[in-house]
């Protein structure tokens, strides 16, 4: 947070310089006030005329400081919300693969727009906030005491009984914020998970399942939630009683005071003007404690994501040597790699594989062997604990498979993966200024451009999340043909033809083969078709990568 406040700590200046600035005014036109009302009651009349004026330009100058303000931070506001959001993402994007698997999209989500939003504020409301109203008080405190140091003294009896009061619940504030905050993640995760499958929960017929579940989840959170309000009720409860005594007391004194023809009316009344002043402010205060708790769980929640483990490139000089230089002929090399997730056994022991360039390598197994697993070795997702990972040229330069190799590699992961957007726009993704006769080229050689040419609006047509209005080999043409437009080295094929009809699998191959001669393919299939056109065959089971052809 302090990161963004350094940032922008000229606007923050200048949005604390206008708040003081307003409070000032407002504390000076009540002093005015006092005065004025003397004058009227006749103890200075010859300078009404000049009070009331100086009454109207400090109000005008209230006013006008308050607009000002109001500007400033939501310009502030904005601006620091959209850097969070920003950097939350890139940190989000650049984070280990492995690392982010703990989180839910939900709770992500809800991360990044939730408190980011909340941590935006803070900046903007409490730190500044705090300032202004520590000036208003002070100020007023300053003020009475120059007029009754007796009044002083009572105007703060409330203040220890709140300072022991208030350290005595952060601890138990922090944790309401807490597992309110998870609380709201489950709730987004759950949505989240349920609109993702809206089309399995009604082919189910589990609606009414996922609504009792929203409800037990909205319930855990109204208890929580009217927990926490009980908590703040009683808690404010006991501190206005504390403030409406101390301002009884005050009363009585300054009335006590006039009685005793120690003040004038105009001071009585200035007097009720500082008291509320001083009351207002110590509850804005306070009120800034679970605040800046608050503020601080959202941070610390943002930087539980944002401090994750962050993907390392890897011999970026020998990669750059490659990329300089015709980098086609890659191949692609594990020795005796163990590879597992999280405190996991082994799903795969001592591995060794090789993928060279030119031909076509399957990975086949049983379902949860590690054939995704794997690829996910070759794509820098996942690395080895133990044994070596990597590509070299035809030169013989090699560099360790990571985020930094993987700008050689193009890939058609398991399932639909089409973004939201045109095909045209999903096809660019890989390749910014490819033209259109490129894309048609691409989507030819995947078996795609039939249907795309039939679609009313053809390339330009719009598909929604998932891919969604596609058929599910639609949509895994039209992710081969995204990979062969990137047209990279190596090409990964994730059960990648697995929808397709045997005619037009073949035909896909043939044509990925046909148009690079040196390219590495590594596909992973359960289809004797695809086995046919491979030239090595790799199995995993049990843990064992073995080489049948
Ligand atoms: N993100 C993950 N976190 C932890 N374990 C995982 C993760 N993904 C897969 N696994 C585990 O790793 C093992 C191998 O899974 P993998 O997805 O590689 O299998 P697969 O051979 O590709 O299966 P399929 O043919 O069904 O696609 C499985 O036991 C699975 O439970
Ligand atoms: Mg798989």
């Not at 909340?118 to 008080?137: C, G, R």
Request: glycine fraction near 6%.
């Amino acid at each position: 947070m302090y990161q963004y406040v350094k940032r922008y700590w000229f606007s923050i200046c200048f949005y604390i310089l206008a708040g003081v600035f307003g409070t000032v005014m407002g504390l000076g036109s009540s002093v005015v006030s006092k005065y004025l009302i003397d004058a009227v009651t006749g103890v200075r009349k010859d300078k009404i005329l000049l009070f009331a004026v100086l009454i109207i330009g400090m109000t005008a100058a209230g006013i006008i400081s308050n607009a000002v303000i109001s500007r400033i931070s939501a310009r502030i506001n904005v601006v620091i919300q959209n850097e969070i959001q920003a950097d939350i993402f890139q940190k989000i994007l650049y984070t280990e693969w492995k690392e982010l698997q703990q989180f839910r999209s939900g709770d992500l989500l809800n991360r990044l727009s939730n408190d980011a939003v909340q941590v935006a504020s803070s900046v903007i409301s409490w730190i500044p906030n705090s300032i202004t109203k520590l000036v208003q008080f002070i100020g007023a405190f300053a003020i009475i005491f120059y007029y009754d140091p007796v009044m002083a003294g009572i105007a703060l009896l409330s203040a220890p009984v709140t300072v022991i009061f208030s350290r005595k619940f952060m601890g138990k504030m922090r944790t309401y914020n807490n597992e309110m905050r998870e609380m709201t993640s489950s709730l987004m995760s759950f949505q989240d998970d349920t609109f993702q499958n809206i089309q399995t929960v009604k082919a189910l017929d589990l609606t009414g399942v996922f609504e009792k579940k929203l409800q037990s989840l909205q319930n855990r959170y109204k208890e929580k939630m009217l927990d926490y309000n009980k908590f703040t009720v009683y808690t404010s409860s006991f501190m206005s009683a504390v403030g409406t005594g101390v301002s009884y007391i005050c009363f009585g004194w300054s009335v006590y005071r006039l009685w005793s023809g120690y003040i004038t009316t105009g001071t009585l009344l200035m007097f009720f003007q500082m008291a509320n002043s001083l009351s207002s402010s110590f509850s804005s205060l306070i009120q800034i404690i679970p605040a800046a708790i608050n503020a601080a769980t959202c941070a610390g929640r943002l930087m539980s994501v944002s401090e994750l483990e962050k993907e390392n490139a890897l011999d970026m000089e020998k990669v750059d040597r490659i990329l300089e230089k015709e980098y086609k002929g890659i191949t692609i090399e594990l020795k005796e790699v163990n590879i597992h997730y999280k405190d996991g056994e082994n799903v795969i022991h001592r591995g060794d594989f090789i993928a060279n360039a030119g031909e076509i390598t399957a990975v086949v197994g049983p379902s949860g062997e590690g054939k995704t697993t794997l690829i996910r070795v070759l794509l820098g997702l996942l690395h080895p604990m133990e044994g070596r990972a990597e590509l070299k040229n035809a030169e013989g330069i090699k560099c360790r498979l990571s985020a930094g190799t993987r700008e050689f590699f193009s890939y058609v992961p398991q399932g639909n993966t089409i973004f939201a957007g045109s095909i045209a726009e999903n096809m660019r993704m890989v390749k910014e200024d490819a033209t259109d006769e490129e894309i048609r080229e691409v989507l030819e050689m995947a078996c795609a451009y039939d249907f795309v040419k039939k679609l009313p609006k053809g390339m330009e047509t719009v598909v929604g999340e998932k891919g969604s209005g596609l058929s599910e080999g639609q949509a895994q043409r039209l992710a081969i043909a995204r990979a062969l437009l990137k047209n990279a080295p190596v090409l990964i094929l994730d059960e990648a033809t697995s929808a397709l009809d045997i005619d037009t699998e073949e035909r896909v191959l043939k044509n990925i083969m046909k148009k690079e001669k040196g390219r590495t393919c590594v596909v992973t299939t359960h289809r004797p078709s695809v086995l046919s056109v491979s030239d090595h065959i790799y199995e995993i089971r049990e843990s064992h990568l073995k080489k049948l052809k």
